[in-house]
Nanobody
Framework: QVQLVESGGGLVQAGGSLKLSCAAS????????MGWFRQAPGKERESVAA????????FYADSVKGRFTISRDNAKNTVYLQMNSLKPEDTAVYYC?????????????????WGQGTQVTVSS
């Protein structure tokens, strides 16, 4: 029903910026809450940010608050994650996810669909 493809990852120096994109292959993406998660090697996947269906509400993990911004363009079936002031600890594979709820934005169980991930590496 929904397929997600992340892009925009890469290598950046600490303090730099990067913008990730998550494109949905179908036109139903506007019906879903969208979230970004990340997972570093050997660590559990953790929530980063989420945005409601209408873009009226956003939430961020404390570790990225003030540095990252999530947004979406439903007309383009795309969600973005603008990452500024990047730190080495931001290094991870970043995943886009879609789900039907929003109140549990930071919980993996909320999300039904996941992208393949895109690598973000921040050098010090």
């Amino acid at each position: 029903q929904v397929q997600l493809v992340e892009s925009g990852g890469g290598l950046v120096q600490a303090g730099g910026s990067l913008k990730l994109s998550c494109a949905a292959s179908e036109l139903t993406s506007s019906r879903y809450t969208m979230g970004w998660f990340r997972q570093a090697p050997g660590k559990e996947r953790e929530s980063v940010a989420a945005i409601s269906r209408s873009s009226s509400t956003t939430f961020y993990a404390d570790s990225v608050k003030g540095r990252f911004t999530i947004s979406r363009d439903n007309a383009k079936n795309t969600v973005y994650l603008q990452m500024n002031s990047l730190k080495p600890e931001d290094t991870a594979v970043y995943y886009c996810a879609a789900g039907i709820l929003f109140s549990t934005w930071d919980q993996r169980r909320q999300y039904d669909y996941w992208g393949q991930g895109t690598q973000v590496t921040v050098s010090s």
